[in-house]
Every structure is written in structure tokens, then in C-alpha cells.
């Protein structure tokens, strides 16, 4: 089950049977859990314990922008971007060494020469392991038992931060980031979930169900708001 994997994800069989009842019982858990945090958060900024996170990209976009870049689009390129690599043992180490470069250059001076300087370091880390790793297929399988959870959370983790930047203020709550996109850390532990589970075709038409929805509320929320 969902929970079962989440407490220890490891790479399953895929499934290929899967219906339309199934998808929409995943994407309902994501919906459920985005309007719950999601107005929890919106109350915490109202009450002043949380900063205003300022305006969402979003905001005021027309119907059909919305249709097509965040119902079509944006389930594509995310899916292709964050999930895919999921059940690659390379696309694992390369997304882990990725994602820990740009953690490090945060830190970081700006410049060329620091980012130089960290590109290099973690492409003869990831060298170093894809040689280690290469001298056998027991070895390498062994460490993916360690690197795939790991991963599996850092891609979900990497997912919900990327959509703080959707505010205009991201910068400054980058440390308290994940308390604005909780919803989409959910949904990315579901979706990645449903693309090891089943597949990546799977995980693109729960995302677009997902955003299609959660937009179809917002849009009659807005209605009802100005009758």
C-alpha cells in the first residue's frame, strides 16, 4: 500500500493493470491533503505566525494559460524532470549529485569559480561511485538499496521546494519553504509512488487529474465568492 512504501521505499514490480478508479483514489489523497494544508497554511499567514509569502504566479493567469501550461504542460516536463529518473540507477545518482550541488551553492559565494569548483567536485564524487559501483552487479545493487530512498525523498523534497519559487517572496522564506508546499510535497511522495508502482504515463495523468481539479475549485470558489 501507500503508506507501507513510504515508511521503506524500495524499487516494486510494476503493475500494469491499473483503472481510472485507482488514479482517481491516489489523486483525491493528494487533493484531500493539498485544501487541508493548504488553507492551514493560509491561516497561519492571515494570523501573522507565518510572512506573507507575497503574490503566486498564478494569480490573475486566463483560463486557457491555465489550461494549458499548469493541466497539460506542467504534468509533462515534471514528470519527465523528477519521476523519471526514479527507477534509473543512474538517474538516481545523477539526480542525487545534482540536487546536493545546488544545495551547496546556496552557501556558496557567487561566482564562477565556486560553482566551478563544485560542479567538479561532485562529478568526480559521482565518477568515483559509478567506478565503484561498476566492478560489480551485486555491489551496485546494494548500494541502490541505500541511494533509491534516499532519493525517493529528496525528489519529492526537490518537487515541493521547486514550487515555492511560485511566489514572489521565495527567496526570502527559502528556510522555512517546505511550510508553504507541504501540498506538494504530498503530491510529489504520491506521484512518485504511482510511477514506481505503475509508470511514468500513470504519474503524468494523475498530475494533470490532480492540477485540473484542484484548479476546477479554485475556479468555483471564485464564482461563488463574487455571486
Known amino acids: 500500500s501507500l503508506v507501507t512504501f513510504l515508511r521503506a521505499p524500495a524499487l516494486l514490480h510494476p503493475e500494469r493493470d491499473i483503472s481510472f478508479r485507482t488514479t482517481f483514489h491516489y489523486g483525491f489523497i493528494g487533493l484531500i491533503f493539498a485544501v487541508v494544508t493548504g488553507r492551514i497554511s493560509g491561516a497561519l499567514v492571515y494570523a501573522g505566525l507565518l510572512p506573507d509569502p507575497g503574490t503566486h504566479a498564478l494569480d490573475d493567469?486566463?483560463?486557457l494559460f491555465l489550461l494549458f501550461g499548469a493541466v497539460l504542460l506542467a504534468p509533462l516536463l515534471e514528470e519527465l524532470l523528477f519521476r523519471m529518473q526514479l527507477k534509473s540507477f543512474n538517474g538516481n545518482l545523477?539526480?542525487?549529485?545534482?540536487?546536493?550541488?545546488?544545495?551547496l551553492l546556496h552557501f556558496l559565494p557567487d561566482g564562477p569559480l565556486p560553482a566551478g569548483i563544485?560542479?567538479?567536485i561532485m562529478s568526480v564524487i559521482y565518477l568515483l561511485i559509478r567506478a565503484w559501483s561498476g566492478k560489480s552487479v551485486s555491489r551496485k545493487f546494494r548500494f541502490w538499496r541505500y541511494l533509491f530512498p534516499v532519493n525517493f525523498y529528496l525528489t519529492a523534497l526537490t518537487f515541493s521546494f521547486v514550487h515555492l519559487y511560485n511566489f514572489s517572496r521565495a527567496e526570502s522564506l527559502i528556510y522555512i519553504g517546505l511550510l508553504y508546499t507541504v501540498p506538494q510535497l504530498i503530491l510529489g511522495l504520491v506521484l512518485g509512488y504511482v510511477r514506481i508502482r505503475y509508470d511514468l504515463k500513470q504519474a503524468m495523468l494523475l498530475h494533470a487529474f490532480y492540477n485540473g481539479t484542484f484548479f476546477l475549485l479554485m475556479f468555483t470558489e471564485d464564482l461563488i465568492s463574487k455571486v
Open 118 to 120: 563544485c560542479l567538479v
Open 94 to 103: 545523477v539526480f542525487t549529485m545534482l540536487t546536493a550541488a545546488v544545495v
Open 61 to 63: 493567469q486566463s483560463p
